[in-house]
């Protein structure tokens, strides 16, 4: 049921509204442009082409990367498949372990229990209580038969930035592939494939629209990777089936946009994203990851004796998830906070507030307001006469 006025959307880590610059590039190839890039023998295959290959230049230019490198496909949890199991599949000869972070996203998490299934031996690394995952930690659990490395490069519901650099260096200098699950990085801070084998992305996360994503893959020196779509052989057999054209072209134009408009963003949006921190904390709550680098726009709040599920009725002013939105739903106290050291009644007082393009002062002082109303009936120290 639609409410009368729509909340102020502070779940931007979600998902975001697709850009208008972008619907525009995408009207076409639904419409006039709708032929299959697959089509080479006709005008209307040659344009399709075209279209794919320029949002491929896009997307490879956003990453510092070769077009040749660039994979799309129908998102970034096929994107996480795909480099995962691929890799697992075409190396497994050489060695059966995989090292990854216990604060991953599910969908390299359940990946990865899903190779386990398949008889490969996983290492869960633990990360600090900053929420971030220490590269000697990492260190330490790499062996002889260990293929690969999956670590994010910034978690989706904390913000923490991984460091990435430093963990790319240490596994390549002993011949093991590295994987980042660059998902909430891209389009918030830089991102740059030179420091990783693998990497993915989505364009529903920056501004493009769903069902499409991309993943890079190393050439040089070349990554094999065993495909989980056969057909066609399009994607350079990596990925078949029929590209999505108007989705590619959306991701390349959304990609295209970022490189102008990232620099002030960040800037706009960590000044936003403080005074709202700010705002709160003066309320008793507490910021996850503070000490540590963090995305510019994203906030963990912990809010100490306020159950989430008290909360929500109270604040339905602002969208907003209590952790990750595709996890969310399970009942179970977040695994990224848990990991971290917070008990589970911490991890059941703890949201996240995510902004985006879109978010205005107005929007903060809104937010502000309600969770301050909010917080004072409900915070037990401000109810106590």
Known sequence: MLMKTLPVYLDYNATTPVDPRVLEAMEPYWTTHFGNPSSSLHAYGWVAAEAVAIAREQVASLLGAAPD??????GATEAINLALK??????????????????????????????????FEVTYVAPEPTGRVHPEAIAETLRSDTILVALMWANNETGVLQPVEEVGALVRERGILFFTDAVQAVGKVPVFAEHV?????SAHKFYGPKGVGALYVRHQP????????????????????????????????????????????????RQLRDRLEQALMAQGACVQGASVERLPQTSSLTLPGVPVEKLLPETRAVAYATGSACASDTGRPSHVLTAMGCTPEEARSTIRLSLGRYTTEEDVTRAIAVFSEALSRLTPAKTTV
Not at 86 to 113: D, K, P, Q
Request: proline share 3%; with cysteine; aromatic share 4%.
């Open 69 to 74: 490198d660039v994979i799309f496909t129908g």
């Open 86 to 119: 691929g890799v697992a599949a075409a190396y497994h000869t050489r060695g059966r372990h995989i090292v990854t972070s216990a604060i991953e996203h599910r969908a390299v998490l359940e990946t990865c229990r899903a190779l386990e299934e398949m008889g």
């Open 197 to 201: 084998d693998l990497l993915a992305c």
């Open 222 to 269: 070349r990554v094999q990777l065993y495909p989980l779509i056969h057909g066609g052989g399009q994607e350079g057999g990596l990925r078949s089936g029929t590209v999505n054209v108007p989705g590619v072209v959306g991701m390349g134009k959304a990609a295209e946009l970022l490189q102008a408009l990232q620099p002030e963003e960040t800037r706009r949006l």
